[in-house]
């Protein structure tokens, strides 16, 4: 499966955005999806996990109640819509997909997409 990540941009804290994930190829509805973000000069971080049915998800405890994943299966396509954006969310985000269970973990996800700017100005 190929990824294809969107949405990232500037926008100033407090505001909102939703990245798009739209993935190609076979099966979506198979995968468990997650995103992930990297800084600068720092390690590639879980922020949210979907399983493939949309019924499971998961996120990083700091973007609890902030950050939003879900699924479009008949669309081949996962969303992050992210509020109340802090400085501290600005990183590369990157969707991922894996078969089985959606995980933490970035090491077990076997598919990733190319990564969208997302800059959250004080």
């Known amino acids: 499966v190929q990824l294809q990540a969107s949405g990232g941009g500037l926008v100033q804290a407090g505001g909102s955005l939703t990245l798009s994930c739209a993935a190609s190829?076979?099966?979506?509805?198979?995968?468990?999806m997650g995103w992930f973000r990297q800084a600068p000069e720092k390690e590639r971080e879980f922020v949210a996990a979907?399983?493939?049915?949309?019924?499971?998800?998961s996120y990083t405890d700091s973007v609890k109640g902030r950050f939003t994943i879900s699924r479009d299966n008949a669309k081949n396509t996962v969303y992050l819509r992210m509020s109340s954006l802090e400085p501290a969310d600005t990183a590369v985000y990157y969707c991922?997909?894996?078969?089985?269970?959606?995980?933490?973990?970035?090491?077990?996800?076997?598919?990733w997409g190319q990564g969208t700017q997302v800059t959250v100005s004080s």
């Open positions: 991922a997909a894996r078969v089985g269970a959606a995980l933490r973990d970035k090491q077990r996800y076997d598919y």
């Open positions: 190829g076979r099966s979506f509805s198979s995968y468990a």
């Open positions: 979907i399983g493939w049915s949309g019924g499971t998800t």
